[in-house]
T-cell receptor, first 113, second 114 residues
Framework: DGGITQSPKYLFRKEGQNVTLSCEQNLNHDAMYWYRQDPGQGLRLIYYSQIVNDFQKGDIAEGYSVSREKKESFPLTVTSAQKNPTAFYLC???FGTGLTEAFFGQGTRLTVV | GNSVTQMEGPVTLSEEAFLTINCTYTATGYPSLFWYVQYPGEGLQLLLKATKADDKGSNKGFEATYRKETTSFHLEKGSVQVSDSAVYFCALSERETSGSRLTFGEGTQLTVNP
């Protein structure tokens, strides 16, 4: 069954620790994205990648890092430099660089205590 | 830059009522337009889309028409059900030098009461 998988669904970390969120897709999509969603707010773009070994900053990249070593994987690291990391994180993918729809994972809820 | 503005929520309706959620956009070129739906604790699912002016997207009784002259993409449904309760996001995708990306509105929470 094709799809996009995020893990884990819930994640707890202590303040000051880095944490990596996993995102894997088997849709053979070229483009992958990370969004952050805060309660009652829309989605804000963190990073996106159109091809392997290349990625661009989105609107709120500070305090985050990504890698794209494989087409199917796009992990997001939330570093200790991110001042307010508690949020719902959504990964998405889409075909190529065309104006096509994105497919979303189920999200990871990160809580930093 | 690109932006999407949705009507403020939350919206509360009775079952079988008519639904309209307004969406307007700002873009420099010719974007594709989308409506996504999010159920509690889940990711977003594509509801419908339109890729050029005057296109009408439709799915599950929902419709939206791409109006270039008013830069709008309002979501409508003639008779809502309790199961339509969710958050609805309007979005646009436009090609940039570094590839295309989705820009979202802030979302509109819809609650349908029996």
């Amino acid at each position: 069954d094709g799809g996009i998988t995020q893990s884990p669904k819930y994640l707890f970390r202590k303040e000051g620790q880095n944490v990596t969120l996993s995102c894997e897709q088997n849709l053979n999509h070229d483009a992958m994205y990370w969004y952050r969603q805060d309660p009652g707010q829309g989605l804000r773009l963190i990073y996106y990648s159109q091809i392997v070994n290349d990625f661009q900053k989105g609107d709120i990249a500070e305090g985050y890092s990504v890698s794209r070593e494989k087409k199917e994987s796009f992990p997001l690291t939330v570093t200790s430099a991110q001042k307010n990391p508690t949020a719902f994180y959504l990964c998405a993918s889409s075909f190529g660089t065309g104006l096509t729809e994105a497919f979303f994972g189920q999200g990871t809820r990160l809580t930093v205590v | 830059g690109n932006s999407v503005t949705q009507m403020e929520g939350p919206v509360t309706l009775s079952e079988e009522a008519f639904l309209t959620i307004n969406c307007t956009y700002t873009a420099t070129g010719y974007p594709s337009l989308f409506w996504y739906v999010q159920y509690p604790g889940e990711g977003l699912q594509l509801l419908l889309k339109a890729t050029k002016a005057d296109d009408k997207g439709s799915n599950k009784g929902f419709e939206a028409t791409y109006r270039k002259e008013t830069t709008s993409f309002h979501l409508e449904k003639g008779s809502v059900q309790v199961s339509d309760s969710a958050v609805y996001f309007c979005a646009l995708s436009e090609r940039e030098t570094s590839g295309s990306r989705l820009t979202f509105g802030e979302g509109t929470q819809l609650t349908v009461n029996p």
